[in-house]
């Protein structure tokens, strides 16, 4: 097919996505085994390596903080708590690029408490929605919703202040695995 085909240009971007959502079925599946030996890497180590990921696309720093005493987690809880940071910086980065970026995860009583808010972008009401249509995605939010149900764990997502805000909070009782 010639290059200026717009089948071409959709049957790439198809297969871009296919390998993207194959690398995170694996990265899964290589966490969930992970998760069932001793040395798995705390959570805090791993959302500090995603941060240091988005800083390395050139996107301005995250303010990373951690409230509360760490602990181990639930796999299912732990990848729920992972993926929504990993989500929540790849739409900070896709929908409002340069802007700064706020994490934090919060370690209390209850269970734990994972926010990350970035600053929204100066645009047109429409043109988020444009963008979002276009990119044939629109189900990272989503498939985090039913992560956190599956381990008890509630999600929230929207605007705020200014803000973008996801919001999950997964609860003290999925902390040891069953």
């Not at 240091?52 to 301005?60: I, L, M, R």
């Not at 209850?110 to 100066?122: A, H, K, S």
Request: proline letters at 7%.
């Amino acid at each position: 097919l010639p290059e200026t085909r717009p089948e071409l240009a959709k049957a790439l971007e198809c297969i871009g996505r296919a390998g993207a959502f194959t690398r995170e079925g694996m990265a899964d599946a290589r966490r969930a085994i992970l998760a069932l030996r001793e040395d798995v890497a705390p959570l805090v180590d791993e959302v500090t390596a995603l941060v240091g990921e988005h800083q390395a696309e050139g996107e301005p720093p995250v303010d990373l903080d951690v409230d509360g005493t760490p602990r181990p987690l639930a796999a299912e809880a732990g990848l729920a708590a992972f993926r929504t940071v990993q989500e929540a910086l790849t739409n900070a980065r896709k929908h409002a690029p340069g802007r700064p970026v706020r994490c934090r995860l919060d370690y209390t009583a209850d269970g734990l408490t994972v926010t990350v808010t970035n600053q929204l972008p100066v645009r047109s009401p429409d043109s988020g929605r444009a963008a979002l249509a276009s990119s044939g995605a629109g189900y990272g939010l989503a498939g985090l919703g039913e992560r956190a149900a599956l381990c008890g764990g509630t999600l929230t997502a929207g605007p705020e202040d200014g803000h973008w805000r996801v919001h999950l909070h997964v609860p003290a009782s999925a902390r040891m695995s069953s």
